[in-house]
């Protein structure tokens, strides 16, 4: 079998375009469970993470406590959760094991981003009498917003590759695509699901790419 030409066979089907089980319907489920997974991700570790970075204190602690959840597999935790109370919630224990692998590149880059702003700019503000509130939100923050973006890319990514795992829980997303693939035996088809979870995440960390380019732009205005 020519595989890659039975991939672009498969994808270029109409009647794999349409319908629950096409590939629109997945990539939207896709899209909103990477989406909900990230917000709740970063109101969880963004504010920590800035208060912490300001502050110059607890920061290290909070980094290394949040990188150890790097080391557990995120398909080991999805299993585990389904044993608890939480598997009855439907989505909530991959949106929890997505959650609790986002938040360390979040986390991590915010605090450095802060941590990294000159403190002569920090001392100046002060100087000016600025209170620590402004000084965080018109000073430090502008000017850690590169760093931050660049964690909230690498999160969206990560979580984009990664959401495929609902599908063993048996929810929605790319990863249907891949799983049933599986059941079926057909190559294509899992190559096609595979192709399109790259492109995907190809496509996310363009987005964040031009979101950064963006960034020194409003860093510059902010702090005027």
């Known amino acids: 079998m020519n595989i890659p030409a039975a991939t672009w066979d498969w994808l270029t089907d109409p009647a794999h375009w349409s319908g629950d089980d096409g590939i629109w319907h997945r990539l939207l489920q896709h899209l909103v469970l990477t989406v909900v997974c990230l917000v709740i991700s970063c109101v969880i570790a963004l504010p920590v993470a800035l208060v912490l970075g300001h502050l110059g ?80 939100l018109r000073v430090e923050l502008p000017l850690a917003l590169p760093m931050i973006l660049n964690g909230v890319r690498i999160a969206a990514v990560q979580l984009v590759a990664t959401a495929t795992i609902a599908a063993l829980a048996g929810g929605g997303g790319l990863g249907r695509i891949i799983t049933a693939g599986f059941n079926l035996a057909s190559t294509p088809q899992v190559v096609a699901g595979a192709v399109l979870v790259a492109g995907f995440a190809l496509i996310v960390e363009g987005v964040f790419e031009v979101a950064e380019r963006l960034a020194p732009r409003r860093t510059r205005g902010a702090t005027r």
């Open 57 to 136: 204190k607890g920061g290290a602690l909070a980094v290394n406590l949040s990188n150890v959840g790097r080391a557990v597999p995120t398909f080991a935790v999805l299993v585990l959760l389904l044993l608890t109370p939480v598997g009855r919630w439907g989505e909530g224990p991959t949106v929890v094991a997505l959650v609790l692998f986002a938040v360390p590149p979040l986390l991590t880059n915010a605090y450095v981003g802060m941590r990294e702003v000159d403190r002569s700019i920090v001392g100046a503000a002060r100087g000016m009498g600025m209170t620590g509130r402004q000084m965080l």
